[in-house]
């Protein structure tokens, strides 16, 4: 099983936007849930927002109405559009899959930088 794959992160002054992608580790159809991940210096890693197969959706508190999580099944990519960002959704994000078997895979993470 090969990991999913994550790009998008990057430094952007408070207000501004990013988006991330995760490619699956294999065909999406077949994965249970993916889910966005972060972590912060110092902190344990929180979820951010998952999709379900049926694209279901949950958001944390903290990004509900600024973050959107969708995914597109012809390229096995899921995405988190990040708009308004703020210093405290620095961190690194990390992938995660959830497969209909129950395993569990987690991208290398991206840094993603909200400052001025």
């Known amino acids: 099983q090969v990991q999913p794959v994550e790009w998008g992160g990057g430094l952007v002054q408070p207000g501004g936007s990013l988006r991330l992608s995760c490619r699956t580790s294999?065909?999406?159809?077949?994965?249970?849930?993916m889910g966005w991940y972060r972590q912060a210096p110092g902190q344990q890693r929180e979820l951010v927002a998952i999709?379900?197969?049926?694209?279901?959706?949950k958001y944390a508190d903290s990004v509900k109405g600024r973050f959107t999580i969708s995914r597109d099944n012809a390229k096995n990519t899921v995405y988190l559009q990040m708009n308004s960002l703020k210093p405290e959704d620095t961190a690194v994000y990390y992938c995660n899959e959830v497969t209909s078997t129950g395993s569990t895979y987690w991208g290398q993470g991206t840094q993603v930088t909200v400052s001025s």
């Open positions: 999709i379900g197969s049926g694209s279901n959706t």
């Open positions: 294999g065909d999406i159809c077949s994965i249970l849930a």
